[in-house]
């Protein structure tokens, strides 16, 4: 089954860019991906979807300043401008027929 | 609409037995699958089955199979995770989650706003 490893944190400065990765296990590199973001004391929010080819569907409301690439394993979530609100918990999901999978996540602190 | 609706915040005693619930609205129940993810406290998010409502269909996680039980009741929209005998390591909060495509199993759309599961004697 897949795996998704993911950096445990990040930081970056307010009104700055940040890209967190997600990386896929070998011989999963093809996979679709989700990201999700979990702010404090709240319930994870759904992203996007992000293809392999770095074609991605954002979910409703979720502002321009997030968007998503991939190369190869690796699925990438760029926020821009960064804002305070901005800081929380990331998740890459993925899955198959009989199984799911979240990374680790990465904490995102903003400065 | 979709909404996905949990029961509320439960304090049991290790041994006790418990039912949590997730109640769907503003799309057609049996047409979606619907999991249950775990989040201990300070952790990361962890997958521990779905269902199809339409048919009952199940899956588990190696991890949680045989721990947990999910099931379903159409007549309700309302699906539910249990346990016959808690542990104090049982202590999280629970989501439910729904794929946003009917009769796919793939990537979570929409979340439930969690039920915090405290074992504790």
């Known amino acids: 089954q897949p795996v998704l490893t993911q950096s445990s944190s990040a930081s970056a400065s307010l009104g700055s860019s940040v890209k967190l990765t997600c990386t896929l296990s070998?011989?999963?590199?093809?996979?679709?991906i989700a990201w999700h973001q979990q702010q404090p004391g709240k319930a994870p929010r759904y992203l996007m979807k992000?293809?392999?080819?770095?074609?991605?569907n954002k979910g409703s409301g979720v502002p321009d300043r997030f968007s998503g690439s991939s190369s190869g394993a690796d699925r990438y979530l760029t926020i821009s401008n960064l804002q305070s609100e901005d800081e929380a918990d990331y998740y890459c999901?993925?899955?198959?027929?009989?199984?799911?999978?979240f990374g680790g996540g990465t904490k995102l602190t903003v400065l | 609409e979709v909404q996905l609706v949990q029961s509320g915040a439960e304090v049991k005693k290790p041994g006790e037995s418990l039912k949590i619930s997730c109640k769907g609205s503003?799309?057609?129940?049996?047409?979606?699958?619907i999991g249950w993810v775990r989040q201990m406290p300070g952790k990361g998010l962890e997958w521990m089955g779905i269902?199809?409502?339409?048919?009952?269909?199940?899956r588990y996680s190696p991890s949680f199979q045989g721990q947990v039980t999910i099931s379903a009741d159409k007549s309700i929209s309302t699906a539910y995770l249990q346990w016959s005998s808690l542990k104090a390591s049982d202590t999280a909060m629970y989501y439910c989650?729904?794929?946003?495509?009917?009769?796919?199993?793939?990537?979570?759309?929409?979340w439930g706003q969690g039920t915090l599961v405290t074992v504790s004697s």
């Open positions: 999901e993925t899955w198959d027929s009989n199984t799911r999978v």
């Open positions: 989650a729904r794929p946003g495509v009917a009769g796919r199993n793939e990537y979570f759309q929409h």
């Open positions: 992000l293809e392999g080819s770095g074609s991605y």
């Open positions: 503003g799309y057609s129940f049996t047409s979606y699958w």
């Open positions: 269902i199809y409502p339409g048919d009952s269909d199940t």
């Open positions: 070998s011989g999963h590199s093809s996979y679709i």
